[in-house]
């Protein structure tokens, strides 16, 4: 945790701009877990829509990890050239003192937060030790502060500084593990689906105290996304693997991140404004049953 609470401004995001264009023009996003991935496609989809942007990840440089390729040497610095200011903060989600202070930053350099995209998380406890029998005490914890906990922190912080203007946007990333029971697993990824569906039932109950002072509160629940670091896992940067996945889903592809992206755009503008509460299913129909 040596990185969390360090702030690392983007080039020009102190400078001023000219005012943006689009449904979220001169609003201010914060995204964790925005260093690569479906969070790096969040925040350079809502910088699109006209927002700046706060780029949380626990490393700024995670997307070297995966060998995810970028367009300019940060995630902050694609955002400025989308004609947006942007900041890069590296904490840890999982460490309160450290979310509190990424937060107060954000507000003190853009002057108001708007929308919180809680996309900070993962499976990465080990498969074969995540049956719910016998997964350890550790990799329960480690997942529950990844996926929920953080998620709790980050909203707190960012409500507080909500409540005053009477409006804002939060949307968490939830899984399909976390509605629905996937039998084809045996019950793996316990540890990971118990985190998700905490996350939904948060989503849920933050909706029903919050809605009240202006703010929204939603999920999404993403599944078969191409990322590098998916790609890799599942064999999908092969053609033939691709393709004999698909075949499964109802909409014969795997989704890309702007599919999810364009998902968290209805969220975060005024298109759900009588939304709140809910879980949208991103998977292209490949689970059809209640959620």
């Given at each position: 945790?040596?990185?969390?609470?360090?702030?690392?401004?983007?080039?020009?995001?102190?400078?001023g701009?000219?005012?943006?264009?689009?449904?979220?023009?001169?609003?201010?996003?914060?995204?964790?877990?925005?260093?690569?991935?479906?969070?790096?496609?969040?925040?350079?989809?809502?910088?699109?829509?006209?927002?700046?942007?706060?780029?949380?990840?626990?490393?700024?440089?995670?997307?070297?990890?995966?060998?995810?390729?970028?367009?300019?040497?940060?995630?902050?610095?694609?955002?400025?050239?989308?004609?947006?200011?942007?900041?890069?903060?590296?904490?840890?989600?999982?460490?309160?003192?450290?979310?509190?202070?990424?937060?107060?930053?954000?507000?003190?350099?853009?002057?108001?937060?708007?929308?919180?995209?809680?996309?900070?998380?993962?499976?990465?406890?080990?498969?074969?030790?995540?049956?719910?029998?016998?997964?350890?005490?550790?990799?329960?914890?480690?997942?529950?502060?990844?996926?929920?906990?953080?998620?709790?922190?980050?909203?707190?912080?960012?409500?507080?500084?909500?409540?005053?203007?009477?409006?804002?946007?939060?949307?968490?990333?939830?899984?399909?593990?976390?509605?629905?029971?996937?039998a084809?697993?045996?019950?793996?990824?316990?540890?990971?689906?118990?985190?998700?569906?905490?996350?939904?039932?948060?989503?849920?109950?933050?909706?029903?105290?919050?809605?009240?002072?202006?703010?929204?509160?939603?999920?999404?629940?993403?599944?078969?996304?191409?990322?590098?670091?998916?790609?890799?896992?599942?064999?999908?940067?092969?053609?033939?693997?691709?393709?004999?996945?698909?075949?499964?889903?109802?909409?014969?592809?795997?989704?890309?991140?702007l599919?999810?992206?364009?998902?968290?755009?209805?969220?975060?503008?005024?298109?759900?404004?009588?939304?709140?509460?809910?879980?949208?299913?991103?998977?292209?129909?490949?689970?059809?049953?209640?959620?």
């Open positions: 945790m040596s990185e969390s609470g360090a702030l690392h401004a983007a080039a020009g995001g102190g400078r701009r000219a005012r943006g264009t689009g449904p979220l023009a001169d609003q201010v996003a914060l995204v964790t877990g925005a260093g690569r991935g479906l969070g790096r496609a969040y925040a350079l989809h809502l910088a699109s829509l006209g927002a700046d942007i706060v780029v949380n990840d626990i490393r700024l440089d995670s997307a070297a990890d995966v060998g995810e390729s970028l367009s300019a040497p940060t995630v902050m610095d694609e955002v400025e050239a989308l004609g947006r200011r942007a900041i890069g903060i590296a904490a840890d989600v999982r460490d309160k003192a450290s979310v509190d202070a990424m937060v107060d930053e954000a507000v003190g350099v853009f002057g108001r937060l708007d929308i919180l995209v809680n996309n900070a998380g993962g499976s990465l406890a080990p498969h074969d030790r995540s049956y719910p029998s016998i997964m350890p005490e550790e990799d329960v914890r480690w997942m529950l502060d990844l996926n929920l906990l953080g998620a709790i922190f980050c909203s707190q912080a960012a409500i507080r500084h909500m409540k005053p203007r009477r409006a804002g946007r939060i949307v968490n990333a939830a899984a399909h593990a976390g509605i629905t029971v996937i084809e697993w045996g019950g793996s990824l316990a540890n990971y689906s118990i985190a998700k569906t905490g996350l939904v039932h948060y989503t849920r109950l933050l909706a029903a105290e919050v809605g009240p002072h202006g703010i929204r509160v939603n999920a999404i629940a993403p599944a078969s996304v191409h990322t590098v670091r998916v790609d890799a896992a599942t064999g999908w940067d092969d053609p033939e693997r691709e393709a004999e996945w698909a075949r499964q889903i109802p909409l014969p592809r795997i989704g890309t991140p599919d999810v992206a364009r998902v968290v755009e209805f969220l975060v503008t005024d298109l759900s404004g009588y939304v709140t509460g809910q879980c949208i299913s991103v998977c292209g129909g490949l689970y059809l049953g209640p959620s």
